[in-house]
């Protein structure tokens, strides 16, 4: 029992940056922006993150200069994508590609300096050995929960929500009936770029008090999977980034704690993310009605002259 | 066109030498040029940055009889080839490539600069002007192990590793076969993470082993993360690897492994100057200071720290190496006999486990 709950309460902290990150990826997608730079926005936010809490010792400006850092550069994203056009497969890779650089460029000063970790919100029910499960984490964990609930609600029973699906579905019918599909879709990809630099943030603050090159080791491309993975639909998300977390986790668990499950080799743990991915996307292709739930203007520039 | 793109090259270079040449008749050394190839950032606080203090501590002791420069994060690949050939006609004439996969580059690319003097760190294979070095972190893992083996409480220690390579091995072995000189009943899971640096993987795997009962942690990946859970978790104590790690977790690194190239360095860069250098094939450790022993924690008992020196000195002084039998391996069959040694190709190709390493998947 006490070793299940621990597991959960690593689960969780393993999944929060994965799901904040893929949560403004499923926004941007959803207005019909394919955003790659998802790893590089993290890392800036990780290191924007940890550079404020290093200096001001304050968890929450860190937190909001790590948002604020992703959504900088979701702005150069925009601007290259949706002002001039560009690729988006490309300038998404490019921009993971410069956040890789330009962090590692930023914290090349701060990499034997140790910061603390945010505390739990609740201290004293964080040290109660069964009710931490719900109530031993710090912010991020139920920002993440929160969030859930708000874009769901924002795109399912909000009018800016229809609008920004619309022009996900249909840009040149939602230009035609007079939204402005760029402002829409630079709205959308700053929110994504915001949280991205809040799920890069929550590396240095909540999961290992440094900052080191790279640190959020390729769970910014989990996170474009996961929306894949769900569909574009919020609710699957959390379902699938705890799934995603608990799989990680438990390798870890069962290697270290021997038993049947440590006879599993590790290759495979590693892999079985992956695997159960393709699986869920086979599964959605075979249903009968084949809707991937794919926004239909996802990754195409919206260039109404032609 | 009969003129090669090669030759070419050789006769501009020497065309442009001749000034140079000019310079040096009256006498004035022409300053020796090294360059250094590292596999990741130098700000890694760990293998990377050891061998970057390493540079630098040829710089302080040879002053401007020599100039060094470096590559960081150059990928295991044709890269490095490429890396390797710019750093030679850059003109440096001694040439250090320090991660493991660099071997092919170097082996390809020696014969091109047979008057530039190459070495190659952990690797196996030599040539003309390819020399190889490596360190024996082996014995640091074992002044370690004695001091988990008194320390421990539940004798139970978890060891993060990247991949289930020799170098690896060799150190969870070398920890347990310490500890259990110390306690018998002392185990230690290995728990691999398929990567050099993923920090909260690390520091997950540190969770994972510590819910299910170790109280020390050990690692052999590049980051201090696993220690700063130690310290968050409250557990007896850690190491740091590659450098002293204290700066994350002054209360629990128990002591640190620390690699110190500079000797060696110094030693290369000095043969190169005096025109002695000959492809070397060094394994050195604590005696010749190329591993050290960093400070000892207040925490750790005076008996425990005396224990701890007399297994470091004995390993200087040649009294002690953690490998001599009987050794049986973790199914209980003996592998070394009473009184044997194993021997460097032994150790170098070591895949198997000693008795204390419960098996990792």
Request: hydrophobic share 50%.
């Amino acid at each position: 029992m006490d070793l299940t709950i621990a597991i959960l309460v690593t689960v969780v902290g393993a999944s929060t940056p994965i799901l904040i990150a893929a949560l403004g990826e499923l926004v941007v997608e959803r207005s019909g922006v394919l955003n790659l730079g998802v790893e590089g926005m993290m890392l800036l936010g990780a290191i924007a993150g940890f550079v404020v809490q290093f200096h001001t010792g304050n968890h929450f400006l860190a937190l909001i200069c790590g948002a604020a850092a992703g959504m900088a550069a979701s702005l150069i994203f925009g601007f290259l994508t949706l002002s001039l056009s560009a690729n988006q497969t490309a300038t998404g890779l490019a921009l993971t590609i410069f956040g890789t650089g330009f962090s590692a460029l930023a914290g090349a000063s701060y990499s034997a300096r140790p910061v603390t970790l945010m505390s739990p919100i609740f201290p004293d029910l964080a040290a109660h050995p069964v009710l931490r499960v719900l109530f031993g984490y710090s912010f991020p964990a139920y920002f993440a929960i929160f969030m859930v609930f708000a874009i769901w609600f924002f795109l399912k029973k909000t009018r800016a929500g229809l609008i920004l699906r619309a022009v996900g579905e249909n840009d040149l019918s939602a230009h035609s009936i007079g939204y402005s599909v760029i402002k829409v879709r630079y709205l959308a990809v700053m929110f994504g770029g915001a949280m991205a630099g809040i799920a890069g943030a929550c590396f240095p603050l909540t999961l290992t008090p440094q900052w080191a090159e790279g640190m959020t080791a390729g769970r910014g491309w989990i996170a474009v999977a996961l929306v894949v993975f769900a569909s574009w639909r919020p609710f699957r998300l959390l379902g699938g980034a705890y799934l995603f977390g608990l799989v990680m986790t438990m390798e870890l668990y069962a290697k270290a704690g021997g038993g049947p499950l440590s006879a599993i080799p590790s290759e495979l743990w590693a892999a079985l993310p992956y695997i159960a991915t393709i699986v869920v996307l086979v599964l959605i292709s075979l249903r009968r009605d084949a809707s991937t739930n794919a926004p239909a203007c996802l990754g195409k520039p919206f260039m109404p002259s032609n | 066109m009969t003129l090669s793109r090669r030759g070419f090259i050789k006769v501009g270079g020497a065309a442009m030498t001749l000034p140079l040449l000019g310079g040096t008749a009256f006498g004035q050394a022409e300053k020796l040029k090294i360059g250094f190839i590292y596999v990741g950032s130098i700000n890694d606080n760990g293998y990377n940055y050891a061998h970057n203090q390493g540079r630098l501590y040829v710089e302080e002791n040879l002053g401007d009889a020599v100039e060094t420069m470096f590559v960081e994060n150059v990928p295991e690949g044709p890269d490095c080839e490429r890396v390797v050939r710019e750093l030679a006609q850059q003109g440096c004439k001694l040439i250090f490539a320090t991660s493991f996969g660099f071997g092919d580059s170097v082996i390809k690319v020696a014969p091109e600069f047979p008057d530039v003097a190459f070495e190659h760190a952990t690797g196996y294979m030599k040539a003309d002007n390819v020399g190889l070095y490596n360190a024996r972190f082996y014995e640091g893992r074992a002044v370690c192990g004695v001091i988990a083996g008194h320390m421990s409480k539940t004798a139970k220690a978890g060891y993060i590793g990247s991949f289930p390579i020799p170098e690896v091995v060799m150190g969870i072995n070398s920890f347990v076969l310490a500890a259990r000189q110390v306690n018998p009943e002392f185990t230690i899971t290995p728990v691999y993470i398929s990567t050099w640096n993923d920090p909260a993987k690390e520091a997950d795997a540190a969770r994972a082993m510590i819910d299910q009962g170790i109280d020390i942690v050990a690692q052999h990946t590049d980051g201090p993360a696993a220690l700063q859970v130690a310290a968050e978790r409250g557990i007896v104590g850690g190491f740091g690897q590659g450098a002293d790690m204290s700066a994350f977790a002054p209360e629990t690194q128990l002591t640190a492994i620390i690699d110190h190239w500079g000797p060696h360095y110094l030693a290369s860069a000095e043969a190169v100057l005096e025109g002695t250098w000959v492809p070397g094939d060094t394994w050195e450790g604590l005696k010749e200071d190329v591993v050290q022993i960093g400070p000892y924690n207040a925490k750790v008992p005076a008996d425990v720290v005396t224990a701890a020196e007399a297994m470091r000195t004995g390993q200087i002084d040649g009294s002690v190496h953690i490998f001599t039998g009987p050794i049986n391996d973790h199914t209980g069959t003996e592998r070394v006999a009473a009184g044997v040694t194993m021997t460097d190709a032994e150790l170098l190709s070591m895949d198997w486990y000693v008795e204390g390493v419960e098996q990792p998947a």
